[in-house]
């Protein structure tokens, strides 16, 4: 069973488009992410739900808007691709978001902007 | 703000000892976690240390000094497959309690 899945795994597109990511957690954690990993494999938090509601909002572009409709969901919608927005995106969960807690990646959705 | 420095890469022989040290900077700590990366996979999760000292799992051991801001991963009888990437991260110092990445280090085992 997959714990963190992602869809889809691979997403290639051109610049000025709009596209989704979609998450889903079966571990029945209370927490989600989404992070970026750039071509250096700097791994940085963009936001972050718990139990639906947004407690991390990074500084992260407005054409970045996440949705969560419930706690084992968390989609990624972005607005008018950029070339810089070409990344790796993961997903994770940790039970509570408590600061001792193991955070469960996704395996990541791979984001060509051309 | 918080920063997290490790070394970019480290290359070690098969069977060998590596240490991966982590130095940090944060206002807040609560502990430093370890990551593994492995290339075209998902981070995942090897060790935390709240305290100071060695925490041992297997053939991976975590050591935190609170008082130099400092950490270490120690791989043991390294193996072909231990080549990945290795991330130090710390817990957000506001109350988020997001991770903080370090850059990673790229560890190489050869044969």
């Known amino acids: 069973d997959t714990a963190v899945s992602q869809t889809p795994k691979y997403l290639v597109t051109q610049m000025g488009n709009d596209k989704s990511i979609k998450c889903e957690q079966n571990?029945?954690?209370?927490?989600m992410y989404w992070y970026k990993q750039d071509s250096k494999k700097f791994l940085k938090i963009m936001f972050s739900?718990?139990?639906?509601?947004?407690?991390i909002n990074e500084t992260v572009p407005n054409r970045f808007s996440p949705k969560s409709p419930d706690k084992a969901h968390l989609n990624l919608h972005i607005n008018s691709l950029e070339l810089g927005d070409s990344a790796v995106y993961f997903c994770?969960?940790?039970?509570?978001?408590?600061?001792?807690?193991?955070?469960?990646f996704g395996p990541g959705t791979r984001l060509l902007v051309l | 703000g918080q920063s997290l420095e490790q070394p970019s890469e480290v290359t070690a022989v098969e069977g060998a000892i590596v240490q991966i040290n982590c130095t940090y900077q944060t206002s807040g700590f609560y502990g430093l976690s370890w990551y593994q990366q492995h290339d075209g996979g998902a981070p995942t999760f090897l060790s935390y240390?709240?305290?100071?000292g060695l925490e041992e799992t297997g053939r991976f051991s975590s050591f935190l000094s609170r008082s130099d801001s400092y950490g270490y991963l120690l791989l043991q009888e390294l193996q072909m497959k231990d080549s990945a990437s290795y991330f130090c991260a710390v817990i957000g110092e506001d109350s988020s309690y997001k991770l903080i990445f370090g850059s990673g280090t790229r560890l190489l085992v050869r044969p």
């Open positions: 994770a969960s940790s039970q509570r978001g408590g600061r001792e807690e193991t955070q469960y």
């Open positions: 739900y718990n139990n639906k509601e947004l407690i």
């Open positions: 571990l029945g954690h209370d927490t």
């Open positions: 240390n709240a305290l100071d």
